[in-house]
Nanobody
Framework: QVQLVESGGGLVQAGDSLRLSCAASGSTFSNYRTAWFRQAPGKDREFVAIISGTGASSFYAAFVKGRFTVSRDNAENSVYLKMNSLGPEDTAVYYC???????????????????????WGQGTQVTGSS
């Protein structure tokens, strides 16, 4: 199992950018495909993006609309989420999640289902103000 710790959240103004980090330890990180989810108050956890173990492939939720970019540096055992044009609608706790197996599954349902992931971080709060 890999242990995950998110950082980089904060309070941002509308239109600002933010980069979240997810630091991994405990196993060979490149063997894990890794995703970002978010959960707003009173709402279900929502898929944001996923990246393959090598970083060669990625997939995004429709609402991202080109604003977010997921990347990873396996030498640093880290995955990142760069978020641009943030707004109040992006306010949520952002979680990093990973599962053994570096290749993205063909099913988008599997990619986006929180139950598909075995390892979770504690989350980092992002608050977008208008």
């Amino acid at each position: 199992q890999v242990q995950l710790v998110e950082s980089g959240g904060g309070l941002v103004q509308a239109g600002d950018s933010l980069r979240l980090s997810c630091a991994a330890s405990g196993s060979t990180f490149s063997n894990y495909r890794t995703a970002w989810f978010r959960q707003a108050p009173g709402k279900d956890r929502e898929f944001v993006a996923i990246i393959s173990g090598t970083g060669a492939s990625s997939f995004y939720a429709a609402f991202v609309k080109g604003r977010f970019t997921v990347s990873r540096d396996n030498a640093e055992n880290s995955v990142y989420l760069k978020m641009n044009s943030l707004g109040p609608e992006d306010t949520a706790v952002y979680y990093c999640a990973a599962v053994l197996g570096g290749v993205l599954p063909p099913s988008s349902r599997t990619r986006t289902n929180p139950d598909s992931y075995h390892c979770w971080g504690q989350g980092t709060q992002v608050t977008g103000s208008s």
